[in-house]
């Protein structure tokens, strides 16, 4: 794949990508080094301290004047309300402390917070503007003050957010400070895979800045977000904006670009929609994941006082029946066996955070490579940018939502009891940071054209109020399929029936109202030395001993698999993409080192399934 299919969104949108203002303020180059001695991918191995993750972060509204605030900061471990009189040293951001490219590799724990500092300036010419602070994601509170001005808290480990600090700053060197709490599984807060005590499934603890750190100059007022939906049946995309400051007479005007022909334009009023009509749409889909680049203008008595560039595609997620009246996944309105691994996101030397974005796009490159045309993203929000390279690259999303609040960070799978299964009884604080945050990951990722299928719950980890949650997303985003409880406690509610099953596939249930698919299942095991995070500490669910071997094993399951397709089933999930810490079932060992299958095998038998329902 050439560096041009990789990187381009669109062209107009790309073009700004690559000409974004990038303003560091970063240390000099410290003696930094990775923590620990685990295995490294090869990104890790190359990373420069004094440019981790330098790319624009946000694909989704880009403008030109912004300034990168990774690099390494002053850090401190303490006591809760122990405030730092001294730091313990440099943490390279944005990478959790526990990890090993953060330079630090500890642990922090629900009984200490963890303490980051770093100086920055802000250029002349950002003079007369509003300067905007984002985090793109800090695991689990973050205070945060500039100049020892309080500006804002957030809670949530995986969802941006933004200070307005224009009246905090001063000219010169400005103060920033932030200060992080995390319980991990001693709280009730959606964490994922993260427990105290890492073990087969569960993983290390994530603590802290975890996702690109950065300013934005915009005008005083200002385009805030945008949410873009497109209508297939009506050949339209409808665009809204959220704008910071718009006065009455305000427009808000709107281009849709392809390549550098505008094919269509509208204008609303500030407030309202505007809605763009297009006579013979591109369609998206895996296949051909054509994007249109969006410029949409604040407008004043006919002056431009803001413009962002986005992008969007037309495409449609549905269910429908078969020419057997099978209820099937529809893509465009027509039936697509959605078939992809099921992918976990961890990083042995970053955690959550991939080391650079070319690795951030590999696994979803590899997964394309092998044939797949879905992900399932497990129990993990990733970066904005991940799931631009899975619409640039055409790749479905299955979308989960973290899990928490489960006993012992232990799973609760009532295997095959779908309809009588118990639920978890939160208390209203868990109810509220599982309400707040699910919202929080579906606004922040609404525009993104790959995520096809929502997850509110995973094998009834931590499972509540499966109708209403369900019935809820689905209001809240009826542009999207919702898959209630991939191989947990179903109801009669959602789009999708999901069951689990290892390691080889099983249709044991039928749903003829909601379209069946098998939400996880394979899991097969390879040991490879050397590409082991713990060597004497490893699973799969089944163990074999060579590439060729686990190829063999897994055509077995494909074929399995293509028997039950006729049945049934309208959409399958193998585990997994990756090696993660003590499991070695993944495709790939988890420094993405060495492909434990064969690869053109693979691809033959993942393409062959991917196009079972194709119509003639």
């Given at each position: 794949?050439?560096?041009?299919?990789?990187?381009?969104?669109?062209?107009?949108?790309?073009?700004?990508?690559?000409?974004?203002?990038?303003?560091?303020?970063?240390?000099?180059?410290?003696?930094?080094?990775?923590?620990?001695?685990?295995?490294?991918?090869?990104?890790?191995?190359?990373?420069?301290?004094?440019?981790?993750?330098?790319?624009?972060?946000?694909?989704?509204l880009v403008r030109a004047e912004w300034q990168n605030l990774n690099g390494l900061w002053n850090y401190a471990i303490l006591p809760l309300g122990t405030q730092p009189s001294e730091w313990e040293g440099e943490i390279l951001v944005p990478f959790a402390a526990e990890s090993s490219l953060s330079g630090v590799g500890r642990r922090v724990g629900a009984d200490h917070e963890l303490w980051y500092e770093r100086t920055f300036s802000v250029s002349s010419k950002w003079s007369g503007k509003r300067v905007l602070l984002h985090f793109g994601a800090v695991d689990w509170r973050a205070d945060v003050w500039v100049n020892g001005v309080s500006v804002g808290s957030h809670s949530g480990g995986f969802t941006p957010f933004e200070f307005d600090i224009t009246e905090a700053l001063k000219k010169g060197d400005n103060t920033l400070r932030v200060r992080v709490w995390d319980p991990t599984n001693d709280g009730p807060q959606p964490r994922g895979k993260q427990v105290n005590r890492p073990e087969g499934i569960w993983y290390t603890p994530v603590t802290g800045i975890w996702q690109t750190v950065w300013l934005e100059a915009v005008p005083q007022q200002y385009v805030r977000s945008l949410k873009t939906t497109p209508d297939l049946d009506r050949s339209c995309f409808r665009v809204e904006a959220d704008l910071c400051g718009a006065q009455p007479g305000d427009r808000l005007r709107v281009r849709l670009l392809d390549g550098e022909t505008c094919v269509a334009q509208a204008e609303a009023m500030a407030g309202a929609a505007a809605e763009l009509y297009v006579a013979e749409p591109k369609l998206w889909s895996p296949d051909t994941p054509h994007l249109y680049d969006l410029k949409v203008s604040l407008v004043r008595n006919g002056r431009t006082i803001d413009e962002v560039a986005s992008y969007a595609a037309m495409r449609k997620f549905s269910i429908g029946r078969d020419r057997a009246g099978i209820m099937r996944l529809q893509l465009n309105n027509r039936p697509l066996f959605q078939y992809g691994p099921l992918d976990q996101g961890w990083w042995p030397d970053g955690l959550y955070t991939a080391p650079s974005d070319e690795a951030l796009a590999f696994d979803v490159v590899k997964t394309k490579e092998l044939g797949y045309n879905m992900i399932r993203k497990h129990i993990k929000v990733e970066p904005a940018r991940w799931y631009w390279h899975c619409d640039r690259l055409g790749m479905i999303v299955w979308q989960d939502m973290p899990s928490g609040d489960q006993a012992d960070g232990m799973p609760q799978w009532q295997s095959r009891n779908y309809f009588t299964g118990e639920e978890k009884h939160r208390s209203p604080l868990s109810e509220q940071y599982y309400r707040k945050e699910w919202r929080e990951i579906i606004d922040c990722l609404y525009n993104f054209p790959s995520i096809g299928v929502w997850i509110p719950f995973n094998e009834a980890w931590g499972q509540f109020k499966t109708p209403e949650i369900a019935e809820w997303t689905k209001a809240y985003d009826p542009t999207r399929l919702v898959n209630p409880a991939s191989g947990g406690n179903h109801y009669l509610t959602g789009d999708i029936l999901d069951l689990h099953h290892y390691p080889a596939p099983e249709l044991y249930l039928y749903d003829h109202n909601r379209a069946t698919v098998l939400g996880e299942y394979?899991?097969?095991?390879?040991?490879?030395?050397?590409?082991?995070?713990?060597?004497?500490?490893?699973?799969?669910?089944?163990?074999?001993?060579?590439?060729?071997?686990?190829?063999?094993?897994?055509?077995?399951?494909?074929?399995?698999?293509?028997?039950?397709?006729?049945?049934?089933?309208?959409?399958?999930?193998?585990?997994?993409?990756?090696?993660?810490?003590?499991?070695?079932?993944?495709?790939?060992?988890?420094?993405?080192?060495?492909?434990?299958?064969?690869?053109?095998?693979?691809?033959?038998?993942?393409?062959?399934?991917?196009?079972?329902?194709?119509?003639?």
């Open positions: 794949m050439n560096e041009q299919s990789i990187l381009r969104p669109g062209r107009a949108l790309a073009a700004l990508l690559a000409s974004a203002l990038l303003l560091t303020s970063l240390p000099g180059r410290a003696q930094w080094k990775p923590a620990g001695d685990r295995i490294r991918t090869t990104w890790g191995e190359q990373l420069d301290p004094n440019q981790p993750l330098p790319e624009y972060p946000r694909p989704q394979g899991g097969i095991g390879l040991v490879l030395k050397d590409h082991l995070w713990e060597p004497d500490r490893n699973w799969g669910y089944v163990r074999f001993d060579s590439p060729k071997a686990v190829t063999d094993e897994y055509e077995r399951y494909a074929e399995m698999l293509e028997r039950l397709i006729p049945n049934g089933f309208s959409a399958a999930v193998y585990t997994q993409t990756t090696d993660v810490e003590t499991e070695v079932n993944g495709l790939m060992t988890y420094d993405r080192k060495v492909m434990k299958v064969e690869p053109e095998r693979l691809r033959e038998i993942n393409s062959r399934i991917c196009h079972s329902l194709d119509e003639e």
